[in-house]
């Protein structure tokens, strides 16, 4: 399967700042999404990620929170702005490997673990 | 109703035991499910996929898929200390998009 890095792998911030989580692939990819693992929780789907377009979001994540950026097959970006204590979470993106699986399944990177004070 | 439902745990088994994981779901047009290993403090660890009624071997795993019933399970064979983890159950629902359970913490005890 694809190989996923995510940059950083964990941060503590202060509240009212912003922080840019990056999403590298090895390969070509044309899913990319961003999930919030809040503690103790499961995942939750946050945007998909749409290469040349503007992201498509789920119900309750506005891009004025976390506008992500698209702009090429391999690479995406995840702003969590403004952020509150309530936004300390683990944030993972997962992509869908066409080339090794059935295109609905997906791999996940090792996630940023935030943490807001 | 929560679209995928999990018992939480703990699931406590012998080392060396049959671990039995349920999930049920409610979305009747899902066509693909899947279950992920999360050891705490990792992401996501894709286990097994399956599509079709029946059972799907893979080593120590055997994932059990029932449509009509809406339910989809995963057995671990030998259960071993490296097993303890939390699992979950995804499928790929009626837009597209993944749904999670909340996941099943297994601990096997030596």
């Known amino acids: 399967s694809a190989v996923i890095s995510q940059k950083p792998s964990r941060d503590i911030c202060q509240r009212g700042t912003s922080l840019t989580i990056q999403c590298q692939v090895d390969s070509q990819v044309t899913m990319m999404f961003w999930y919030r693992q809040q503690p103790g929780q499961s995942l939750t789907l946050i945007a998909t990620a749409n290469q040349g377009s503007e992201a498509t979001y789920e119900s309750g994540f506005v891009i004025d929170k976390f506008p992500i950026s698209r702009p090429n097959l391999t690479f995406s970006t995840l702003t969590v702005s403004n952020m509150s204590p309530e936004d300390s979470s683990i944030y993972l993106c997962?992509?869908?490997?066409?080339?090794?699986?059935?295109?609905?399944?997906?791999?996940f990177g090792p996630g940023t673990r935030l943490t807001v004070l | 109703q929560k679209e995928v439902e999990q018992n939480s745990g703990p699931l406590s088994v012998p080392e060396g035991a049959i671990a039995s994981l349920n999930c049920t779901y409610s979305?009747?047009?899902?066509?693909?499910f899947f279950w992920y290993r999360q050891y705490s403090g990792k992401s996501p660890e894709l286990i097994m996929s399956?599509?079709?009624?029946g059972d799907k071997e893979d080593g120590r795993f055997t994932a059990q898929l029932n449509k009509a019933s809406q339910y989809v399970s995963l057995l671990i064979r030998d259960s071993q200390p490296s097993d303890s983890a939390t699992y979950l159950c995804a499928l790929d629902d009626s837009w597209g998009k993944f749904q999670f359970g909340a996941g099943t913490q297994v601990v096997v005890t030596p």
């Open positions: 979305d009747r047009v899902s066509q693909s």
């Open positions: 399956i599509y079709s009624n």
């Open positions: 997962s992509v869908e490997d066409q080339a090794t699986s059935r295109a609905d399944t997906q791999y």
